[in-house]
Each structure stands twice: as structure tokens, then as C-alpha cells.
């Protein structure tokens, strides 16, 4: 399958790479590989191991973002090259509107992107889709070539496939180059919360085995994602968990709510509760967990937006309750939602629909 991605990719002079809002470290990863793998690995009328030293001195490669991606990823090669739409909404329309040869990743959604993805949607050029969420009914035959594989563990999972089905490997370390492993690899480990979760699979393990090989520091990597955090991202969690969070025992449901005046207090950063939401299922009787977080409104949006993660364990599903109550959708352990108004609105549906959604 890689061999067609490099055939897609011939002659193509404007490339996009597009990964979803709020990106987590799979969409950076995904996208900043791809990024490094097209610089080097291809170019009209030669193999990938003719061009591998000789990049296309007139193709240009951008990778756009919705919104700003958290601090603790900026470390990532490439990273700051990174387009974000919502910083420089000129530029990036401009390269949209120029691109002969979309990708996105770790999304399926164009909505889920706009502005960005009404802007992409206008553009006929061709657009690859690697992805690994469940597909909705968003899916209007917009994909010329879709790689979708829900059963992967990340996006990071399809892009290692793709370069390796290329024969790229076998050219280790000039075309599964350190920064792409460093890349695939800050986004399997994200994706599986260190390996604890969809990595059940040998496929996993065996990626992550040639991405050692090919040079990668994989302690320096979960440092600089996970050891870097502020005092104030520490206290919120520890003020979330012991003043915020409510147990529901006889349905094994945890929530935690906090409000745009709680997260000030803690002085917030995006992606400060990243990874909150799996806390309580640590305990014993726990197996689905629920995060509310205030954002206040935006100028032209009167109402504050409620952005719900939701969290579950083995078969008990989120996505459903994610996607019919709370506009959203996800994975069955792994969802998000939104609602546009007040926290205890917000708080009000959850109770009201918890029963229905929750399987005992
Ligand atoms: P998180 O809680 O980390 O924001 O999101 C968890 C998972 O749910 C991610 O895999 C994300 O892609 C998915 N997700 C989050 N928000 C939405 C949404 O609004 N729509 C859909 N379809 N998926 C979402
Ligand atoms: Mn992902």
C-alpha cells in the first residue's frame, strides 16, 4: 500500500497535511512524519531509493493545524514549522487554496477542521485520509484513497505501515529517518497511554522494535512529553481529583467538572488536563470516567463551550452517548463532545442520559 502513496504523491508540488484541533501527539506525530518522509522519499519518474538524498527542490510541504498544539510537543522535529489556521488564517487559506494533493490524519471529519475544512472540501485536488477513529456518516465519498484501520492503535500505526510497505525500512536510517521514528513513536506511545491500551496487537510491538532500531532515545521521548509539566498543571490535577471529582458507585462512574474560573485559578494551558480523565479509572469500582471543561465564549459565541472527554474500560462503550447527546464521537473506550452553554447544563443532560448510555 505504500507503493501507492508514493505514487500518489508523483509530481505533486503542494502538499497539505492537515491533523485535527486540539492535536494530541498522535495528529503531530502522523503529520510531522509524513511531512519528513515526503521531504526526502519522493520525486517524478525516480524510486524512492534514487531520490532518497535528492529531495524535489521545488515541491513544498506545509503542515497546517486548526489551533495551537500543547508546549510539550513543540520539542518534536518539525514542530515548529507547523501552520496554526487559527494564528495565521491568510496564509494557510492561501496554501489550501494552492494545494495539489491533500492528507489528513488522525481525524475523518472535515467539519471537525473548520474553517480549514471548508476550505479543503473547495479544493478538488485529491485528498488521502489516514485515520483510525470509527467512521460516522460524515463520510461523503470525499477520500480518493482512504486508509482508514480503526483496528490500529494510532494514526502513527498506518503512516510506519505505509513507509514500510514502500521498502523504506530496508533502507533504514536514510528513509525511516531518527526524526520520523521520533515522530511515530511520540504518537503510538501517546495513543496507547504508554502501551496500556490498543496494543494488544505483536504489529504494535514489532514497530516499536524498528523504531529503536532506527535510533530513536525512547526515554528522552516520554520525558519530554510526560516530565515536563508545570506546578500548576500538577495542582489542577490534584484539585480536580480531591475537591472536583464525583463518584457515581452503583453505575462505576467517575465525573470531574471544572470551570473556566477553576482553570484561571490553575492558570491553564492547553493541554493541562490531557490525560486527566483516565485517572479515575483507576479505581477498582470505576470503569467509565467523564471530564467537563469550560472554555469561556469566544467573541460572536454568547454561550461558553462544555468540552466533555469520555473514558471507559473493555466493553463498555462511550462513543455512542459521545456522538447522540454530546455532538461528538470517538472511540468505544476513547470519545469527545461538546455542548455550547452552561456547565451545569451541561451537567444536567449527563445525569439525564447516564442511565440510557452506560452498560452495566
Ligand atoms: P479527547 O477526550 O482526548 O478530546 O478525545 C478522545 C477521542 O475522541 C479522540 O480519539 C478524539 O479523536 C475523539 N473525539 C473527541 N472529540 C470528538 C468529536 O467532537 N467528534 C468525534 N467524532 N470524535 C471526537
Ligand atoms: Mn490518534
Not at 521521548?221 to 498543571?233: G, K, L, M, N, P
Request: a negative charge; one cysteine or more.
Amino acid at each position: 500500500m505504500g507503493k501507492e502513496l508514493e505514487d500518489i504523491l508523483v509530481g505533486k508540488q503542494h502538499i497539505v497535511i492537515l491533523t485535527h484541533m486540539a492535536p494530541d501527539g498522535d495528529a503531530m506525530g502522523s503529520a510531522l512524519a509524513l511531512y519528513h518522509w515526503i521531504q526526502i522519499c519522493q520525486s517524478e519518474g525516480r524510486s524512492v531509493r534514487e531520490t532518497v538524498c535528492a529531495p524535489s527542490a521545488l515541491r513544498s510541504v506545509s503542515v497546517i493545524v486548526p489551533n495551537a498544539f500543547p508546549a510539550f510537543y513543540s520539542w518534536m522535529p518539525g514542530a515548529l514549522l507547523i501552520k496554526i489556521y487559527e494564528k495565521e488564517p491568510d496564509a494557510c487559506s492561501a496554501l489550501i487554496a494552492a494545494a495539489d494533493l491533500f492528507i489528513c490524519t488522525d481525524f475523518n471529519d472535515p467539519k471537525r477542521i473548520n474553517p480549514a475544512g471548508e476550505k479543503m472540501m473547495a479544493n478538488p485536488a485529491p485528498k488521502i485520509l489516514i485515520d483510525h477513529h470509527l467512521k460516522g456518516t460524515m463520510d461523503n465519498g470525499q477520500w480518493t484513497k482512504d486508509y482508514s484501520d480503526p483496528s490500529a492503535s494510532s494514526a502513527c500505526e498506518i503512516v510506519y505501515r505505509l513507509i514500510a510497505a514502500a521498502g523504506q525500512v530496508d533502507l533504514r536510517p536514510l528513509a525511516l529517518t531518527e526524526d520520523i521514528a521520533t515522530c511515530l513513536y511520540t504518537g503510538l506511545m501517546t495513543d496507547t497511554g504508554n502501551f496500556s491500551y490498543s496494543s494488544s496487537r505483536p504489529e504494535v510491538f514489532e514497530m516499536a522494535a524498528a523504531l529503536l532500531r532506527a535510533g530513536i532515545d525512547k526515554d528522552a521521548i516520554h520525558h519530554a512529553v510526560f516530565d515536563q509539566y508545570s506546578t500548576d498543571r500538577v495542582r489542577l490535577t490534584g484539585y480536580a481529583l480531591y475537591r472536583k471529582m464525583r463518584i457515581y458507585p452503583e453505575h462505576h462512574l467517575a465525573l470531574i467538572t471544572l470551570s473556566a474560573d477553576e482553570l484561571d485559578q490553575y492558570h491553564y494551558q492547553q493541554g493541562d488536563c490531557e490525560g486527566l480523565v483516565n485517572i479515575p479509572l483507576q479505581i477498582a469500582d470505576v470503569c467509565y470516567s467523564v471530564l467537563m471543561r469550560e472554555e469561556r465564549p469566544k467573541p460572536g459565541t454568547p454561550k461558553p463551550r462544555i468540552r466533555i472527554s469520555f473514558r471507559s474500560q473493555g466493553e463498555h462503550p462511550v462513543n455512542i452517548w459521545a456522538n447522540e447527546v454530546f455532538h461528538g464521537g470517538g472511540h468505544m473506550n476513547a470519545s469527545g463532545g461538546e455542548i455550547f452553554g452552561s456547565l451545569a447544563q451541561a451537567v444536567q443532560l449527563f445525569e439525564k442520559t447516564y442511565k440510557t448510555y452506560i452498560k452495566q
